[in-house]
């Protein structure tokens, strides 16, 4: 299998652009592809996210860990209690049970793809507890209040 890249509107020749999640979770401008879905001795799935200017993922976490490596444009990865600016090339390990979100700077895109065992955990939602712990922290508030 082979999948040709269309780099002027980040998308391959086969693959469905999909709505991020439908699960009721709150984003903002996010989509998904899904580039392989398993097969063979691989049960992964590898996938590419693209959050336009100002949008941002869903604040969540899971058991599972993934794997992150930014393909586009300039963002921030809130990654447990830390901020990151996160650019092209750069690779996140998202450890199991740790809080993350993804969020495209205004006026540019983030786009990342992502490698997940194809069997996982759903995704978890914060409570108002943890939600209350993270706006406790006056850097994550910030960030969390930006949009």
Known sequence: MMRKFDEKNYTWDGVDTLVYKADGSPFKDVTRQVLFDGAFDIPCQFRYFEVKPGGYSTLEYHEHTHMVMIFRG??????????????????????????????????????????????????????????????????????LESC
């Open 74 to 143: 300039h963002g921030q990865c809130l990654l447990g209690d830390e901020i990151k600016d996160v650019k092209v090339g750069d690779f996140i390990e998202i450890p199991s049970h740790t809080i993350h979100q993804f969020r495209a700077n205004k006026g540019d895109y983030v786009g990342f793809l992502c490698l997940v065992n194809k069997d996982r955990d759903k995704v978890k939602l914060l409570d108002d507890t943890q939600m209350a712990e993270l706006m406790a922290k006056p850097h994550i508030k910030a960030f």
